[in-house]
């Protein structure tokens, strides 16, 4: 065999140029997620051998400019910095080519090797706009690849440029964009204090003009050099005279797209796209909310109608198998404690993990679905001002919506927001979004303790209730993180795309394997955590650790009224909130059929009503802590959230049970 | 004879000319990244509540409706 060269290559471009598509068409089954340290963004990777050659493909955060505005442009451009890929590629889509110039226009400052990748000429074609390839190539002075990435066209065009790029068979002659008189000299004069090529891996004069667009981050690295204090002195010197320097960098850098744009492309007078017919349905003030009610009931459905179904029958199918391996092999086991370990430790965790997986399978499709299609932006337009009312950032919706089905794919489906800042909070709030499990249980309890119509009553006092919770933590965690990055909303209302099937299904394996994978490992240990609280030291769950627990803590219940039973049935609750009603008939030695009768007996209504309120508010479930833990990757923030919601139920539980116990008695 | 009012207050189907954006550093900067920059066509698609899509430079872009609000258009 031949020795292969292995190759790396970024994929940039802007958002919504289907450059998933081109990525998944590229690697195929080889790819892989790899989630960069401490942030909330997740950069695919994937092979692909071509010619002797092993290409390892990067598919970069889309982005529409490589200023520090969001992390997705930091981490584009150190990538294409630090992790010095030996090719970068920027997919464009060709029917709205105008408006990725703009970050072509950047990329040629920041590598000498580039490759356009013209994705959806078909759909330019539609357009009728002719785009003249030669003729684009000549201009920017770099290749230019037609493609059609859904009928795989372009592919091998692509593969076979990347490798005489490499091979340095192709001249390359980048477009150096001048800036005219008021900037150029400016440069000039800057580039006088520097004398290098580079700056710690970037091009001098890149840096400098990104200085000069006032970019934060290249302040920061020069402000963290002494040798440079020259020129950030100067900076500040000119920032005195002409402030508006970015404004004038953009605008000369869309004039140069425009110039391009003229020369090289035939465009029909009237451009009217299909999308904007769509569109004016879509987003008609009476018709755009009917109809983004209808694909949302949808949605949520398909999630957790059918994905509970099937979750249902697989669990159905794993007890089956459980039950069979108890019956036949575990009996063989003489060590009791091995045989708890499994029958009561590690098939749960795997029924728990099992149970997940569907649900979370059909939310990544519906999820790849909606956005792939252009929907998503719409949804948030049209969202984003009720949004606003529960202080959350209008991508946000998708996520609160879910989390009314299950916390899980709720803060999965954060990954909307470009701003790490709005995801997190939105990732922190969403725990309190009573999630199916515990308005199960709610409902359950509710209807022991009051009448229908005061159950109802209490029923929209609790979901008030968490409504309110997650507008104040919202409102709480703006105010406490760092406000670094305007968060108003700015959307690009993409073309419509029929979804394509073989992108989804790739997407959605990935995703799924990243869960299993990240999220997975957690949830097993903590189940095994809290089989070990309940089982030792004696195999009995009154005098087990967690029943000591739970009498340590019964002081702390007192003030809420809940004696130690409540509390370690909690404590169970954080396996899964609908394991609250299993841990208590447990705990209240009865069958789950009469735990109703018994805890009428024990309870009172205004207990009852404590109870649900700590059990809608307190810790998430092992599962949303891992998949809070793996969308920040972070465990301090996973602790926060742990922290914020236990305080939060122990002060709502002390309130509701001494105000309450004022009125009702 | 022309006028010089907010994006916000654009008709659907109004053009015009943006002459000034006001606001903080970042958001200025952002807008103009995406072609709002004083002296770029604009075209409001549809404007009722809540955010403003508006035409540029050949895509579209919904901007919420109090940035819209700082961005001065001149029509007539």
């Known amino acids: 065999m031949k020795p292969t060269k292995k190759i790396t290559v970024a994929l940039a471009g802007t958002p919504n140029v289907g450059k998933s598509t081109v990525f998944n068409l590229l690697t195929g089954l080889r790819q892989y997620t790899a989630n960069w340290p401490g942030k909330t963004v997740e950069v695919k990777e994937g092979i692909r051998e071509f010619d002797g050659y092993e290409i390892k493909f990067v598919d970069l955060p889309g982005t529409y400019s490589l200023t520090a505005y969001s992390y997705d442009e930091v981490i584009a451009r150190r990538f294409i910095v630090d992790g010095k890929p030996d090719v970068v590629v920027q997919v464009i889509d060709a029917s709205t080519l105008k408006k990725d110039l703009y970050l072509t226009l950047q990329l040629l400052e920041l590598t000498d090797k580039l490759i356009l990748v013209l994705n959806m000429m078909d759909i330019a ?5 002719e785009i003249n390839v030669n003729k684009l190539s000549a201009l ?3 290749p230019v690849v037609p493609m059609i990435a859904v009928k795989g066209i372009g592919v091998d065009n692509l593969l076979k440029k990347i490798i005489e790029v490499v091979e340095g068979r192709v001249q390359l002659r980048p477009l150096r964009i001048s800036y005219g008189e008021k900037i150029e000299p400016l440069i000039v004069k800057l580039k006088g204090l520097i004398r290098r090529e580079k700056v710690q891996g970037y091009p001098t004069r890149w840096l400098l003009i990104k200085l000069l667009e006032g ?9 963290s050099s002494p040798e440079y204090k020259d020129i950030i002195l100067s900076y500040n010197e000119i920032l005195k005279t002409s402030p508006n320097l970015s404004i004038i960098i953009a605008s000369l850098r869309h004039k140069m797209v425009d110039t391009i744009y003229k020369l090289s492309v035939r465009q029909p007078k009237e451009l009217r796209t299909l999308s904007e017919k769509i569109d004016r349905i879509v987003l008609h003030k009476v018709l755009g909310p009917p109809i983004l009610v209808g694909v949302l009931t949808v949605a949520f459905l398909a999630v957790f109608t059918l994905g509970e179904a099937l979750s249902d029958l697989a669990s159905y199918a794993f007890s089956m198998i459980t039950e069979y391996l108890i019956n036949n092999y575990l009996t063989t086991i003489i060590n009791p404690l091995i045989r708890s370990l499994i029958a009561d430790g590690v ?25 792939d299609s252009g929907y998503m932006a719409r949804a948030t337009v049209i969202m984003d001002r009720y949004m606003h009312i529960l202080g959350l950032h209008g991508k946000a919706f998708l996520s609160v919506l879910m989390g009314f089905g299950c916390n899980v794919p709720g803060i999965m489906a954060t990954r909307g927001l470009e701003h790490h800042r709005d995801r997190l909070i939105a990732i922190l709030v969403n725990p309190l979004v009573p999630c199916a499990a515990r308005l199960g249980v709610m409902v359950f309890i ?15 006092w609790l979901v008030t209730l968490s409504l309110l919770l997650v507008a104040l933590t919202g409102a709480l ?5 760092v406000k670094r990055e305007f968060t108003e909303l700015i959307i690009e209302l993409p073309e419509y795309h029929i979804p394509s099937i073989k992108n989804i299904a790739l997407l959605t394996w990935v995703r799924v394997k990243a869960f299993i994978k990240r999220a997975c490992t957690l949830i097993f240990v903590s189940v095994i955590l809290i089989w070990f609280l309940y089982t030792f030291p004696t195999y009995e769950v009154e005098t087990s650790f967690g029943a000591q627990l739970g009498k340590l803590l019964e002081p702390l219940g007192k003030f809420m009224g809940l004696d130690w039973k409540a509390i370690v049935s909690l404590i169970f609750g954080l396996l899964a909130k609908e394991q609250v009603l299993a841990a208590m008939s447990v705990i209240y030695r009865v069958e789950e059929e009469s735990l109703g009768e018994v805890l009428k007996n024990v309870w009172t209504p205004l207990q009852a009503l404590t109870f649900l309120t700590v059990l809608m508010v307190y810790q998430p479930c092992v599962a949303t802590i891992a998949v809070i833990r793996k969308e920040t990757n972070s465990w301090k923030w996973t602790l926060l959230s742990i922290v914020y919601t236990l305080s939060l139920a122990l002060i709502l539980g002390v309130l509701t049970y001494n ?4 009125f009702l008695r | 004879m022309y006028n010089i009012i907010p994006l916000a207050l654009m008709k659907p189907g109004q053009e015009g000319v943006i002459v000034h954006v006001e606001g903080g550093f970042g958001v200025v900067r952002r807008l103009a990244e995406l072609g709002l920059v004083p002296g770029a066509r604009v075209r409001v698609e549809s404007s009722y509540w809540g955010p403003v899509v508006v035409w540029v430079s050949g895509f579209r872009i919904a901007i919420g409706r109090g940035l819209a609000r700082k961005v001065w258009v001149k029509v007539g």
């Open chain 1, 125 to 129: 074609k539609m357009k009728g706009l």
């Open chain 1, 140 to 142: 920017l002075g770099v």
């Open chain 1, 215 to 223: 970019d934060k981050e290249v302040i920061d690295t020069l402000k």
């Open chain 1, 347 to 371: 098939l749960p965790a795997f029924d728990v993990i099992i149970s997940f997986i569907p649900m979370i399978t059909m939310f990544l499709i519906v999820y790849a679905v909606i956005e």
């Open chain 1, 446 to 460: 509710v209807n022991l303790f009051f009448e229908p119509f005061r159950a109802t009553l209490v029923m929209v």
């Open chain 1, 477 to 481: 965690l703006d105010k406490v993180i």
């Open chain 1, 659 to 662: 105000i309450g116990s004022l």
